[in-house]
């Protein structure tokens, strides 16, 4: 017999999705991927009537509905006008949304919990307002988590099985694996693509990559509120200084606290932002919840939005080189040679000049954005290339799956020198050590990769 991929995912689904608690969620990660175009876009409202979302609409700075100038179709009929998202049916009202006029021209309401289908959604006027529902797998693939955040420290059931399967039976698992995690990822940029623009979306990713593990959301989130194509409208000066004050990280004493040669930049960034201020400030509910905890100085989120701030300096140019085939030189050149007069020598708005430039996006960070946006919106064209890439050494995350799949990194060194094997690894380790919260005892991966040992893996 022959085996797929697809073919465990199927067979192992009914462990997968075993769930014993109700999962939480963050309302703002929500928010964000409804804006990124990450869910399905026909619904039934409350009252059974087809809604097609045509516009997630623009994220609202001011009081009032998250969302403003979105455009749905009610039963084939276009309405324009401000969404609202809830966790729960019951905060429109909670939350004083039906006393406030600023809520009053809502077209839809969508929440994630509906405990009482006879509730509705009212305005101040008592207009009704549409409410759905989002389906809780629509949310999980939106979101793009698994269940757990880490599976056992030690080795699984399925360790054996993998171990001891041929060296091209597991090529090709890695190799399925690989595309497949590939293949999530292009159409999770497709979706915001075809929503806004295939600028928007890079400007997103990008943003996004340049968050690393801790400050993904809150960059990617000021990527959504601070759209490019809005962005460029403004001059270079004025765009950095939108960016750092739309982020929070300006405040109007910040030059006197600052060494003093870097005084007069920072009191000419807070002038700057004062004239755009009451445009793009955010309400302290949407304030990006920056941390930087456990984090390096060169990875601090304030030079990190300083390399999106030059990134955004040469975005023509970086949104035509993206367009090119891989292997996307010119875009990595002018990437990894972004610049900027006090960058170049700073860590943080406040922190010392440097003796020593420092590159503001470095070639590891560089190949992690290229594999994980543009290399898999070709993959389905140009496999080889992608299978070509070599990567560093592996960090804690592989060290962790290859441990967990293969019992040892001795054992799983043959495996680990691409980045489609990291990549492999890392989407083996999603799809069948953190769905399963039974904590491997009732997981069918082991059995299924044990048919493997007298089958051929199709490719």
């Not at 409804?34 to 994220?59: C, K, M, V």
């Not at 399967?165 to 690989?178: E, F, G, K, P, T």
């Not at 930049?265 to 700057?272: K, P, V």
């Not at 990194?409 to 495996?415: I, W, Y």
Request: hydrophobic share 35%; with cysteine; charged share 20%.
């Amino acid at each position: 017999m022959t085996m797929s991929y697809q073919h465990l995912l199927k067979e192992t689904t009914p462990s997968a999705l075993q769930q014993t608690t109700h999962p939480l969620y963050n309302e703002i990660e929500i928010q964000s991927h409804w804006f990124s175009g990450h869910f399905p876009s026909h619904y039934t409202d409350n009252l059974g009537q087809n809604i097609n979302i045509i516009s997630p609409g623009e994220w609202n700075h001011g009081p009032g509905p998250d969302f403003i100038n979105a455009t749905i179709e009610i039963d084939q009929i276009k309405h324009h006008g401000p969404i609202e998202l809830d966790l729960h049916a019951q905060d429109w009202d909670h939350h004083g949304h039906r006393d406030s006029a600023h809520f009053d021209n809502v077209i839809l309401h969508i929440t994630l919990h509906n405990p009482d289908p006879t509730h509705f959604t009212r305005t101040s006027k008592n207009r009704h307002i549409p409410r759905i529902v989002l389906d809780p797998e629509d949310i999980n693939h939106a979101l793009g988590k698994p269940r757990l955040t880490q599976a056992l420290a030690r080795p699984g059931r399925c360790l054996t099985p993998l171990a001891n399967l041929s060296h091209d039976n597991i090529q090709n698992l890695l190799q399925q694996a690989a595309q497949h995690r590939a293949k999530l990822k292009a159409n999770r940029f497709n979706q915001t693509k075809k929503l806004h623009s295939f600028s928007q979306a890079l400007w997103e990713h990008l943003a996004d990559s340049l968050g690393y593990s801790n400050n993904r959301l809150p960059m990617r989130l000021l990527a959504q509120r601070l759209p490019i194509q809005k962005l460029l409208k403004y001059a270079a000066d004025d765009r950095e200084a939108i960016l750092f004050g739309t982020a929070g990280f300006l405040h109007p004493d910040l030059h006197q606290k600052a060494p003093t040669e870097s005084q007069q930049y920072l009191q000419a960034l807070w002038t700057r932002w004062w004239k755009h201020r009451q445009n793009h400030e955010s309400r302290p509910s949407l304030s990006p919840d920056w941390t930087a905890r456990s984090t390096r100085p060169g990875n601090h989120p304030q030079r990190r939005l300083a390399a999106l701030v030059a990134a955004s300096n040469d975005w023509n140019n970086l949104t035509s080189f993206a367009l090119e085939p891989a292997p996307f030189k010119s875009l990595s050149q002018t990437l990894t040679h972004l610049t900027h007069p006090f960058w170049d020598h700073h860590h943080t708005l406040r922190s010392r000049k440097t003796d020593t430039p420092i590159k503001l996006i470095g070639k590891s960070r560089l190949n992690e954005f290229l594999i994980n946006t543009l290399y898999p919106l070709n993959i389905e064209d140009d496999w080889p290339t992608y299978q070509s890439l070599t990567t560093s050494a592996p960090n804690q995350k592989i060290k962790r799956c290859a441990e967990r799949l293969f019992g040892s990194l001795t054992k799983a060194k043959p495996h680990l020198k691409f980045a489609w094997q990291h990549q492999a690894l890392l989407q083996i380790y999603q799809d069948f050590c953190l769905e399963d919260l039974s904590d491997c005892e009732s997981c069918r991966f082991p059995q299924q990769l044990a048919n493997i040992n007298t089958s051929r893996f199709q490719t």
